[in-house]
């Protein structure tokens, strides 16, 4: 088991930047990747980014460019610094990592994002 915890949500105009932080603690040695999704109303949960054990990280083509996503692994801790935020960034935010051998998902709580226009 893994509990997440994610700080750093907030409002923010268009074009300004705001950096979330997620914290797990548990079983962390068989996490395999950690990542960050989001939900805006009436939408599916989407991926923001992901970066595995070995550094590689992937984006949707969305926030390509935009976000970038960070591993502290001696504080157990993932990033998401988001620069040039849009409107449609506008979402909840969760804090996900896969574990173990089948790559289960485990969430955080969610941190609310709002970008005016």
């Known amino acids: 088991q893994v509990q997440l915890v994610e700080s750093g949500g907030g409002l923010v105009q268009a074009g300004g930047s705001l950096r979330l932080s997620c914290a797990a603690s548990?079983?962390?040695?068989?996490?395999?990747?950690m990542g960050w999704y989001r939900q805006a109303p009436g939408k599916q949960r989407d991926l923001v980014a992901i970066i595995y054990n070995n550094g590689s990280t992937n984006y949707p083509d969305s926030v390509k460019g935009r976000f970038t996503i960070s591993r502290d692994n001696a504080k157990n801790r993932v990033y998401l610094q988001m620069n040039s935020l849009k409107s449609e960034d506008t979402a909840v935010y969760y804090c996900n990592v896969k574990w173990g051998t089948w790559s289960v998902n485990f969430w955080g709580q969610g941190t609310q994002v709002t970008v005016s226009s």
């Open positions: 548990g079983s962390i040695f068989s996490i395999n990747a």
